[in-house]
């Protein structure tokens, strides 16, 4: 029971990183900033998931589209 939780808990993703709603930067500026952030992300996310399939056992958990915002536990 104590791991099923814990699984629940550590598998709930509010946001993904880099993605944020509308609204949420005041500062035209950022959105730049931003988009330019979120491509390199997309980038980086390829790459891992490129090294992945020629892997024995991949390691999914540090690519980008699979990491939060914060820490949400």
Do not use: A, C
Not at 27 to 47: A, G, I, M, W, Y
């Amino acid at each position: 029971v104590q791991l099923q939780i814990v699984y629940q808990l550590s598998s709930l993703q509010v946001s993904t990183l880099g993605r944020y709603p509308v609204g949420w930067f005041i500062d035209p500026r950022v959105f730049p900033l931003n988009k330019r952030f979120r491509r390199q992300l997309e980038t980086l996310d390829k790459h891992i998931q490129t090294r992945n399939e020629t892997r024995l056992m991949p390691y999914p958990y540090l690519r980008p589209s699979k990491t939060g915002q914060s820490i949400f536990i």
